[in-house]
């Protein structure tokens, strides 16, 4: 799955997460501040923040692109001399670019959130008849916003088309190199299927869970800083009272929460899904034989294999009642937890409309991210399905021991099949 699309897999990944640690690292310790020897220079201490699309394009921003783009290309040459692939400009360069625009997309999620503030509390000004404004000025305040959804609903486009295309081309990876070996892999159960279904499967998760991935970690990293900003208008949480970094603590704890419980309550669900995959290519594989010999796939072993698959999907449906008992509870709750934190803030009047949109929104993308496996966990066990397939079809090109199915059809195989 690893080795067709990238280089030495184990030792790459190793190396990309030492050299992005590395390179954020310096950026944080000098990199930031060596954008002013090139005229870019960091944004002066206590300026005010710039409010709509400019911030993309200011000086900071533009040191930050090239300084990505000079880590990404020093990398990539490494890799390239040290171990070449036929794929590296895929699983290398590309996955830099899909980066790159999560992290831009990322960074317009920010620029909207700081535009919450003026321009709601400009809204509540107007609400409250303590403001004046003009219809021009309404319309250049919704202008900011508009462009930056404009730019962030196009990066958007452009990065999903890259991603799928990404994913399809490690699909064809993955399909050339079983492909190549075929001969060592055929006499597997449901061969066919994994090299046709499963790396389909595994392709389409991937694109999904993987993107979704990243933006999360992405997202927490991005609004961390500002909802610690956000929270100099909180004093003191429900219940708890005043504690130190009490927005922080609360999504820490929240999220925790969710995971766990949902974790607990899926622990089963694995393994039932990767039975309904191996009784569903067992009584697929009967029809196949089926398909060219007359006794194979008659009406008592197709039912007896059938009623393998009713039996296993009735008992994966019972376990997942709990599961979404539980997923769903935390979900509706979670709608309004962001403002039972801020109800003794709200109460006491020290928040105003627009600190309210931003907190809310900046709490919201927290714990939304904190929330991947919550939110996710029907698509992980999928791919851990799937995954086990594969990982055990791999097997037989490593030299390790095949399962006990695929050990019991290879012996059926050989009885019936001598080549």
Known sequence: MFVSFFPQPKLFFTSAAVWSLAAILFWFFGGEQLGAVFGLPPAAAGAPPIIGIAILVSKPFLWFYLYFAFCVLVFYAF??????????????????????????NVQVSVAVNAWYGPFFDYVQGLMSGTGKSTNGEFYIGLADFSWLALVGMNVQVVNAFIVSHWIFRWRTAMNNYFVENWGRLRHIEGASQRIQEDTMRFSQIMEDLGSSFVQS??????????????????????????????????????????????????????GLQFRNQRVEAAYRKELVYGEDHADRAQPATTAELFENVRHNYFRLYFHYIYFNVVRYTYLQADNIFSLLILGPSLVAHKITFGALN?????????????????????TIVELQSVHKRLRAFEA????????????????????????
């Open 79 to 104: 890799w390239s001399w040290y171990s070449p692939h036929p794929w590296q400009r895929w699983s290398i360069l590309m996955t830099a670019v899909i980066l790159f625009f999560i992290y831009f």
């Open 217 to 270: 970690i992405m997202t927490l990293i991005a609004f961390l800083p500002v909802m610690i900003q956000l929270q100099a208008h909180i004093t003191e949480l429900p219940i708890i009272g005043a504690i130190p970094q009490p927005l922080v603590v609360a999504a820490l704890a929240w999220c925790l929460f969710g995971t766990i419980s949902v974790m607990v309550a899926g622990l089963k669900l694995p």
């Open 358 to 378: 931003q907190i809310s929104n900046a709490f919201g993308k927290v714990t939304g991210s904190l929330q991947f496996l919550l939110t996710s966990w029907s």
């Open 396 to 419: 037989t090109l490593q030299g390790e021991p095949l399962p006990d199915i695929d050990q019991r059809y290879l012996a059926r195989q050989g009885a019936e099949d001598p080549a």
